[in-house]
């Protein structure tokens, strides 16, 4: 048990990670799980977490491990659009920076367009240096390991 001092709620994404909620799981693998978000902003709305209790973007940094993790999330959340909604051709993947991200838990959004109704898509313009949502592909590039990953 965790130590008295430390009453933190239990994160409801790391519930879900393990299986211990009623949320369907569209995939699960030893790094991460996907599934429905509950408030959809799109045609088609899905999120995938990692498996390991990361808050945010910020705790990412440019190492193997990181960037490894970020680009099997985005794989995965790839994969599943693509089979499940292929006949839309407009697909975002992207993460909210604090302090816009809803759930301190790491979750990459992965949207099949249009958005649903249109105007949300304010929720994931990018907000320059201010913040607001980051591309997966940008974040890559920002964690993007200087040295070579050894295949
Ligand atoms: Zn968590
Ligand atoms: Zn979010």
Known sequence: ???ATSPSQPCIFCQIARGSTSTPLLHSDDKVVAFQDIKPSALRHYL???VEHIPTVRDLQRR?????L???MLNVGQTLLRRDVPQSNQYRFGFHQPPLNSVDHLHLHCLALPFVPRWKHVKYLSLGSLGGFIEA????????????IPS
Do not use: C, Q, R, T
């Open 1 to 3: 048990m965790a130590g």
């Open 64 to 68: 193997n491990e990181d960037y490894g």
């Open 137 to 148: 592909e940008k974040l890559l590039e920002k964690i993007k390991p200087f040295s070579p």
């Open 48 to 50: 995938v977490i990692p």
């Open 70 to 72: 970020v680009s099997h």
